[in-house]
């Protein structure tokens, strides 16, 4: 099992990224798949997830309406854009699967980790 978060960068205050995951080595479409992230001196946080037909999204407070995750099982890739970025949300994100059968918000639901992808924001 492989996952591979990229499209990390730094952006100003205001723009944009768009992460990719991209899966190698399982059924794809088997899963959901979360996306969190994690600061220097703070735990990981759950920042969304999505079902494993797409048909499904969870997002945390703190990026509802800013963030949006979408999947294309074709490419066995996820995708978070990222819109609205404030200095908060640097952080190193990382994808994850999950197969329990609902989407959870914690990590310890989430088996198969990626390698994390950072994310800067300039104020």
């Known amino acids: 099992v492989q996952l591979q978060a990229s499209g990390g960068g730094l952006v100003q205050a205001g723009g944009s990224l768009r992460l990719s995951c991209a899966a190698s080595g399982f059924t794809f479409d088997d899963y959901h798949i979360g996306w969190f992230r994690q600061a220097p001196g703070k735990e990981r946080e759950f920042v969304g997830a999505?079902?494993?037909?797409?048909?499904?999204?969870n997002y945390a407070e703190s990026v509802k309406g800013r963030f949006t995750i979408s999947r294309d099982n074709g490419k066995n890739t996820v995708y978070l854009q990222m819109n609205s970025l404030k200095p908060e949300d640097a952080a190193v994100y990382y994808c994850?699967?999950?197969?329990?059968?609902?989407?959870?918000?914690?990590?310890?639901?989430?088996?198969?980790w990626g390698q994390g992808t950072q994310v800067t924001v300039s104020s």
């Open positions: 994850a699967t999950s197969p329990w059968n609902y989407l959870p918000v914690t990590s310890r639901h989430y088996d198969y």
């Open positions: 999505i079902s494993w037909t797409g048909g499904g999204t």
